[in-house]
């Protein structure tokens, strides 16, 4: 494909990327009248195709849509475009849809896409500062924006590498992780390191076994299933502690009680995950008295605060970083709710030596002078693989293009959308009950089985739950709360508007009825 | 950013990448009378900026140019395109440059970059086959395209999942991980797993403690530092065995003697990395002396074939892959040498229980019926993030592009340029001298210093690569072999021509000789 070939493919493709979007934009917006309708942007009813969130394929479509073998000699491009709509579209659950409203958002943008495509270009391999400066200096810059914005302190940053000149050493800064789950393993060993330098009797491999088979890692049972599989990369021990039955968050005093029960055992607490915004719930652990019972003890405190990070760059919700001064580490995904694309997830340390400590390896192929100099940052010693893509262009984008103003606004649209579908539920005692309080723009319930009904409400939730998802509209997804089956509501999709969000509500109220009248 | 506005700016970064590409190309055709003009792709002499292929910034750079917080208020898309050119450029070390020549490769295509444009478009996250069914099926039909295209056994290809529904069960298969290192390190944990399994007394942490405190992971002195960090963050212990000290690759015996002493010891070799086309120098271990030591113990053997993996597309390399058959995984990475944008590094595994053994986690909020059935593959259970890309898509895009036989064209291309770099080292005996022969497009060698002369060889070769590479027309790496200071010279750049290898020989015989008058 030459220059020419690929100009006139590549417009073709910001046409198509431009469409998927407007497409989706006009998806779903449920008419008053209970059919599927949808509508353009203009408001005039308009053909556009129906685009299911979930997608309707069943296990194995591609394999009999695709040969089992590589073509031997080149296909033309229309070949390919063709069946990126006829094979690939309808195995795509669509994320951008503004009707999803599982799991969590992954909010695309325009900006974000531009980075990708600058990225792209580029396609350089930043694993430390010569290989490219500007990959690591602009990711430094981004990652202090970032921490100042959502009001992370000073300890957390880092400072430029021009004021090093001075001899100042550098102790906090930031680094942008490919995910949460990523953040998560780099925080577990860096603790791990730490502990067993601060614990081993000498200095061979026997020493720091002795004490690596004793430690153990906590999260609570809320915690995102990455601090377990964290742990199980690690090869430590990990416990899941008890939560709050009301609030599902994790409470200082249960952490101590962990810690002294666990060191009478003979075991060496070394880490622990507290959530600002759990998966489950939206719970937010109590960080003041996480931080508290862990310093107590030595133990690395990591925040995991992927999906609610996002909320921080508002001052009204800066409120949850109360005691994150006190904690070694913090990240957030900013491509769960910051118009980011995947994969972006910015993480703090406020003492970079426990990384580079435990992660840093420099055979002769990879000296060079100006990393030898300690004056600069070589990423590769702060993440698990070497090479690394040029993230931080995404960030640089995406801010400046809305600025913290947009963010902010887009943010706050979707906790008001939350709310909108809260009072939803709130005027129909009868059919919903909620059962975790609103989190931002997250909140769990589940339906009401009317009286003398044959249904349980776990099982009528359940089935709630799949009939919508089957049904294409919405997307949303279940979880279990101390035995209690609910659905997730969060909004949070770049495109999701507030008609999107009485469409839901429309949606939500059809199926239940549909599923009581079976 | 509206769609109206994506467009004007999309079309306008289509054709800035098309330029990128086209500057690059007509770059440093060194002309034979020594100076460093530029001709344009038509062969006319044109006015192409030269654009270094080492940047030139000095640490710190960027933060004297870019704001230290980030905008409150939106920034226009010019004000950003303009600090693209001005102040990200400059701060790019340009890896698809044609006169790169250090490292390995990271080859871009315009098809890899549409890919990621689609990819980026979609921006769904494919963590489990639900949540978008294309991502996993055509990840699986890739890697078992690539898998046949290269040569690797049936053992490590996945059935079709359609094929399943008669009951056969699903051994081997392949999946795309990020890196050759994140490969590495779940190779790696896999393993551990595995033996832990095999050998703990009972079902404790403790007993599986005792089996891992005691648990030794090999690589050779060649072997790429991935391994060790992966030893590292799996939290084992590593040796690295010597190597034969003129081909430089790692023996079967040398394997069976590290076990035999280690077991002695008390320990328990468990996992070994064999490598074909080591870092520093190409070389290729004894695969199947290595499969036959390490099956004799139940040690995982995995195969990083990370940049030579590509050349098995040609039938002439293909027995490089002697003994493969017998080993428990393998990967290379696409994003090398293949055409494909990074990231992209296919691993296949014969038997897939040991990743779900090591890494599975399934929490309520993630179980759904289609991962429940075991009917499909959730690739989140075969790799460290949970998270992933749509980046089969580059693959598919690729491989239709050019076809096999054009990668093979493109493979080809770039061994034959480095005989061409071989001849010219070897007809100036008194310059230059080869150290390790060429393995297909990796050459290492010294600079030989004239008789009487101040220069020891090891510093004179340091001194002509530092020069090299300072003067900015190409890039090469330098490494140590046995104490012995070498250049690596690697070409398997996308737009790297002939016409760019005689260029870099003018080059090294221009600095050599100036290095050498001053």
């Known amino acids: ?16 990327i431009a469409q998927f979007y407007e497409q989706l934009a006009a998806q779903g917006l449920e008419q008053s009248d209970g059919t599927s309708g949808s ?3 203009l408001g005039v009813p308009a053909p556009i195709p129906r685009i299911p969130v979930l997608s309707q394929v069943q296990p194995g479509y591609l394999a009999t849509l695709i040969p089992s073998e590589a073509p031997e000699t080149p296909e033309p491009w229309s070949a390919i475009s063709s069946d990126i709509e006829q094979k690939i579209m309808p195995g795509i659950t669509h994320w951008q849809s503004p009707n999803f409203f599982a799991f969590f958002p992954s909010n695309s943008s325009f900006p974000g896409i531009l980075g990708e495509m600058y990225s792209a270009m580029f396609n350089s391999i930043g694993f ?17 924006w970032l921490a ?20 100042r050493p550098q102790l906090g800064g930031g680094i942008i992780q490919g995910s949460a789950s990523e953040a998560i393993v780099v925080a577990i060993i860096a603790a791990r ?3 067993i330098d601060a614990l081993k009797t000498d200095e061979t ?24 599989k964290g742990a199980m990369i690690a090869g430590v021990r990990f416990r899941a502690l008890e939560v709050d039955p009301v609030t599902f968050s994790l409470h200082g005093e249960t952490v101590t009680a962990a810690i002294q029960e666990d060191l009478a055992n003979g075991l060496i607490p070394f880490y622990i995950t507290a959530t600002i915004g759990t998966t489950s719930s939206g719970a937010v652990d109590d960080i003041p008295g996480i931080v508290q019972a862990a310093s107590e003890y030595n133990v690395w405190v990591n925040v995991d605060a992927a999906w609610a990070g996002s909320a921080l760059v508002c001052a009204e919700y800066r409120h949850l970083l109360a005691g994150v001064d006190g904690v070694d580490s913090f990240s957030f995904n900013m491509h769960k709710w910051m118009l980011t694309n995947f994969d972006c997830s910015p993480m703090w340390v406020k003492n970079r030596k426990y990384l580079t400590n435990a992660l840093s390896i420099s055979p002769a192929f990879l000296r060079n002078a100006a990393s030898s100099s300690g004056l600069i940052t070589d990423y590769r010693d702060w993440q698990l693989p070497l090479g690394r893509r040029f993230r931080s262009l995404k960030i640089w984008f995406v801010v400046r293009t809305y600025g913290l103003e947009g963010i902010r606004a887009h943010i706050r649209k979707h906790i008001q959308q939350c709310i909108i579908f809260e009072n939803h539920l709130l005027a129909r005692p009868n059919l919903y009950k909620i059962v975790t309080q609103r989190s931002l723009a997250l909140i769990t319930f589940s339906i009401v089985p009317p009286s003398e009904s044959k249904w349980s409400a776990n099982d009528l939730t359940n089935a709630v739950c799949d009939a919508i998802n089957a049904d294409g509209e919405i997307l949303v997804t279940h979880t279990v709360l101390n035995g209690v089956d609910v659905i997730r509501f969060v909004p949070g999709g770049t495109l999701t508007t507030d008609a999107h969000i009485v469409g839901a509500c429309r949606v939500f109220d059809r199926v239940t009825a549909h599923v009581l009248s079976q």
Chains 1, 2 share one sequence.
């Open 205 to 228: 491999d026997d020493a720091a076994m002795a004490v690596a088979g004793k430690l153990i890692a906590y999260g609570s049972t809320q915690t995102h299933s990455a601090t377990k």
């Open 148 to 167: 100042k914005a959502i009001g992370l302190g000073d300890a957390f940053l880092s400072s430029s590498t021009s004021s090093l000149t001075d001899g």
């Open 39 to 41: 509508t353009s942007s």
């Open 128 to 144: 430390n500062w010569q290989t490219s400066p500007a990959y690591t200096e602009l990711e430094q810059i981004m990652c202090n």
């Open 1 to 16: 494909m030459d220059p020419k070939e690929f100009r006139r493919i590549g417009h073709e493709t910001v046409e198509r």
């Open 193 to 195: 390191q730490k502990m």
